[in-house]
């Protein structure tokens, strides 16, 4: 799968409906997920793949994630410049 591809997919996969939930996927895939380690990637595909109430939870209402997702949900909630 080109790279291209790969890249719509997750971008599409980002587009939750919820704009909140939106906008913090889209931030981290634009402004981090190229210079993430590929473990961090992993854990990232994971997180998309939860229901939409699992990343509320995690993503919004500061729920403890699983310890594999605990990174890169650190790094999407990261404030820009902070």
Do not use: T
Request: hydrophobic share 40%; glycine share 4%; aromatic share 6%.
């Amino acid at each position: 799968m080109g790279r291209l591809v790969l890249m719509s997919r997750v971008r599409w996969q980002c587009r939750r409906g919820m704009r909140e939930l939106d906008d913090l996927l889209l931030r981290y895939l634009d402004r981090r997920y190229d210079q993430a380690p590929d473990d961090e990637k992993q854990a990232f595909h994971a997180l998309l793949a939860l229901s939409d109430p699992e990343l509320v939870g995690y993503l919004l209402n500061h729920q403890r994630p699983a310890a594999e997702l605990q990174r890169v949900v650190a790094h999407i909630l990261e404030r820009p410049g902070a």
